[in-house]
């Protein structure tokens, strides 16, 4: 099973930028999509942005133009960087990323970390 750990969180101003990080271990042949999630209470996770092993990407739209997603291949990470903050972005991020332990193996998500919170004051 692959872990993964998010950092980079915290609280800013409206208008201000974070930078978060994911790192995924473990038992991994190799990775293909990795994505951001985030969550708020009561509601349900959102996809933020994904990008698959060749650097394609997708956004949501409340975040298209804003946030930026890029990943390092080789050390297995993957990045968010966010800018134009809104308060309506303030939620606990997650990463998640599609994955194969083997050649031969099918490719299954990796279990859920602890997350990092972002808060954006107005």
């Known amino acids: 099973q692959v872990q993964l750990v998010e950092s980079g969180g915290g609280l800013v101003q409206a208008g201000g930028s974070l930078r978060l990080s994911c790192a995924a271990s473990g038992n991994i042949f190799s990775i293909n999509g990795m994505g951001w999630y985030r969550q708020v209470p009561d509601k349900e996770r959102e996809l933020v942005a994904v990008?698959?092993?060749?650097?394609?990407?997708n956004y949501a739209d409340s975040v298209n133009g804003r946030f930026t997603i890029s990943r390092d291949n080789a050390k297995s990470l993957v990045y968010l960087q966010m800018n134009s903050l809104k308060p309506e972005d303030t939620a606990v991020y997650y990463c998640n990323a599609n994955y194969k332990r083997s050649y031969y193996s099918k490719a299954g998500f990796g279990s859920w970390g602890q997350g990092t919170q972002v808060t954006v004051s107005s």
């Open positions: 990008i698959t092993s060749g650097g394609s990407t």
